[in-house]
């Protein structure tokens, strides 16, 4: 069974920065496009990076320039460092595997407890 553990969320002031972690267990991250997804109640959850297999990231418009999406297969891990963070960023941070690149749908139906980030003055 695959599972998801993210890590590194917390609150922090408008312009701080944090870095999450997702470890994954039951499967080889390096086969898949990886995802961070945010989701705040009432709302559905987003898609806000993704990384290839290979070569190539894609971010949400709103979080371009500021946030970067990496991986560690060796230690099955995806990583979400997260710069310059505004208010409108508080929201649960979870991962996921997607089906494509080309796709913002999560692979796996089973998610983690994800990780709250809480960006506040």
């Known amino acids: 069974q695959v599972q998801f553990v993210e890590s590194g969320g917390g609150l922090v002031q408008p312009g701080d920065s944090l870095r999450l972690s997702c470890a994954v267990s039951g499967t080889a991250i390096s086969l898949y496009t990886m995802g961070w997804y945010r989701q705040v109640p009432g709302k559905q959850r987003e898609l806000v990076a993704k990384?290839?297999?290979?070569?190539?990231?894609n971010y949400l418009d709103s979080v371009k320039d500021r946030f970067t999406i990496s991986r560690d297969n060796a230690k099955n891990t995806v990583y979400l460092q997260m710069n310059s963070l505004k208010p409108e960023d508080t929201a649960v941070y979870y991962c996921?595997?997607?089906?494509?690149?080309?796709?913002?749908?999560?692979?796996?139906?089973?998610w983690g407890q994800g990780t709250q980030v809480t960006v506040s003055s």
């Open positions: 996921n595997a997607l089906w494509s690149y080309s796709d913002s749908a999560a692979r796996y139906i089973n």
């Open positions: 990384i290839a297999s290979g070569i190539g990231t």
